[in-house]
Each structure stands twice: as C-alpha cells, then as structure tokens.
C-alpha cells in the first residue's frame, strides 16, 4: 500500500500520507508550501483530521453505557493506518474501518471515509461517517490544517490576519486542562478581523463554541470555506510558524462534564446505516 499519494493541477498540489489520510503536504502553483512542515520542535502534526471526538474528554476516558473507554485527545483516527480506496490525478479517497483494536476504545462499528479532490486552485476536503452498527453511534468530527504563519507571499508575521464571513460579536472559550472552559472570554474578533500575534494562544486555542461565519480568509490569500461545520478552533503555539485553522462539528468536554458519549455536547446521533458528512475547502486566491 502506498504511504503517501500526491495529487494536483496546474494551480495546486497536495500530498496524502495513509497514516491518519492526513494531507502532509500543499504547495501553489508556483510551489511555494503553505502547509506547515511538522518541525518537532513545535509540533510533528500538519493537517490531523479528528474522529470520533473533538478535543479532550476528562481523564481521557469517555463513557458509553455504563462502561468506560480509553479515549486520547482528538481520538484515534489521526494515528491510524488507512486503507487507499482509489485514486487519480486530482483526487484520492482513503477509508477506515472499525477493528477489533478501535472497539477497545469506541464500541461502534463504522467506515470513515476521506476524499481530497482538488479543483483549480481549491483543495475539497470531505469525511463520511457511516454507521454500520444497529445501534445509533455518537460522533464528532474536526479538521485541524496547520498553515504558514508567515505565508510565503512577502507580508511580515505581524501583519497576518483572520478575516471572517460575519462579525463575531460572542465570547469565545479557552481550554482549561484541555477540556472547555466553562468561563467565556471576550472576542477578539474586531470588525470581523483577527490581528494575529503569539499572545493570543499564550492560554491556548480560541474557541468560537457560538460562531456566526462559516468562512475565513487567512493572510489575503487563503480562503477556507466549512459551510457545515459549526465551530472553529484558531491555534498555534508561541513563536511557531504556522497557525491551524479549525473546523469542527464538537468540542471538548466542557469542565464538569462527566456524562455518556452521547450527551456530550457537540456529538452527532448517527442512526445505523446512516452517513454523517463533514467537508471544507482550501482555496488559494493569488
């Protein structure tokens, strides 16, 4: 099986790694890299896409009727070894199936599939969740692309921003031991615009838990669209040279949450034979 896959047009390139199907790789036309390149001295991740479970859940264990289950941050998806469904020039499926190994951690039988498919100068990114049990199976699901803070089109650091679709007048959360914070924050959201700089996430990732946009333009040139994903984490650690731009359907537990999987907030009821889909898209507008 192949361990990465590349795909592309004239505009766009990416490549795929089977582990997590995670996107490792996007550069523009010219090839200039706008991914970040998992430098362990920050961060190994680059593009992790999250399953079952958004963020953290308290003593990394979830509860699904009355039993207890190991369950690490952001889940397991990202460090599993996904099998290649097809692919071709300019798109690549890859699917994950329930094993014996991840019943040990969430009791549900599922398929996860993952599609890249670029077109033109824009990089679809689709997860379908489809329950293969009898039972309805709880579920949530995050993108967390890691772009270059700086971009490579000659703006300074300081001068990158996060220009979002609507104004985004709510409090935003921050993460307290990794779990939601129940205090909320004001936004630092002004008019819409996101300055960036390292003393925003000195307490961790913003958390938009009551968002508004369902699109973002990063540095005057990234737009990413998630047209059905209600929630977004912005994150990066101080001094690093990326920023992730996040996605999500869920979130972490909130603090005091000690429920089942299944009323944990943000989570999806998938009924058995049914198929959740989660998308965004990357598009480069230079």
Same mark, same amino acid.
């Given at each position: 099986?192949?361990?990465t896959?590349s795909?592309c ?7 795929i790694?089977?582990?997590? +199907? ?8 010219t ?10 001295a ?13 963020g ?12 207890s289950y ?8 990202r ?10 020039? @300019?798109? #690549? ?12 951690r %969430? /009791?549900f @039988? ?5 599609? %890249? ?8 990114m ?7 049990? +009898? *039972? ?8 967390? /692309?890691a772009?270059r803070w700086?971009?490579? %089109? &000659? =703006? ?21 031991d &990794? ?8 936004t ?6 996101l ?9 961790? @990732? ?17 737009r ?6 209600p929630h977004?984490?912005?994150?990066? =650690?101080?001094g690093?040279g990326?920023v #992730?731009?996040?996605?999500?359907? &869920? %979130? +972490?537990? /909130? ?8 009323? =944990?907030?943000?989570?999806?009821? *998938? ?6 889909t ?5 598009s480069v507008?230079?």
């Amino acid at each position: 099986m192949a361990a990465t896959v590349s795909i592309c047009t004239s505009a766009l390139g990416a490549e795929i790694s089977a582990t997590g +199907a995670e996107l490792v790789r996007l550069r523009d036309r010219t090839g200039a890299d706008l991914l970040w390149d998992g430098d362990p001295a920050f961060w190994t991740g680059r593009s992790p896409l999250l399953f079952p479970m958004v963020g953290r859940a308290r003593g990394d264990r979830i509860t699904v009727a009355g039993r207890s289950y190991d369950m690490g941050q952001h889940g397991f998806a990202r460090t599993s070894t996904f099998a290649l469904v097809r692919s071709d020039a @300019a798109s #690549c499926t890859w699917r994950l199936d329930a094993s014996e190994a991840t019943r040990q951690r %969430y /009791p549900f @039988a599922f398929r996860l599939d993952v599609t %890249y498919r670029i077109d033109d100068a824009t990089l679809h990114m689709e997860a379908e969740v489809t329950n293969t049990d +009898a *039972v309805v199976m709880p579920a949530s699901f995050g993108f967390h /692309p890691a772009l270059r803070w700086p971009l490579p %089109y &000659g =703006k300074p650091r300081s001068e990158h921003e996060i220009v979002f679709e609507r104004a985004e007048p709510a409090p935003i959360r921050r993460p307290v031991d &990794g779990l939601l914070s129940a205090a909320q924050f004001p936004t630092p959201v002004r008019d819409g615009h996101l300055l960036l700089n390292d003393g925003l996430f000195e307490d961790g @990732a913003l958390i938009f838990d009551t968002l508004a946009s369902r699109s973002v333009v990063y540095g005057e040139a990234i737009r990413v669209d998630f047209p059905r994903m209600p929630h977004l984490g912005i994150w990066t =650690k101080p001094g690093a040279g990326y920023v #992730c731009i996040e996605p999500w359907q &869920g %979130y +972490a537990s /909130p603090e005091g949450f000690d429920g089942d999987f299944a009323d =944990k907030p943000g989570m999806v009821p *998938v009924a058995p034979g049914a198929t959740e889909t989660f998308a965004m898209s990357i598009s480069v507008e230079r």
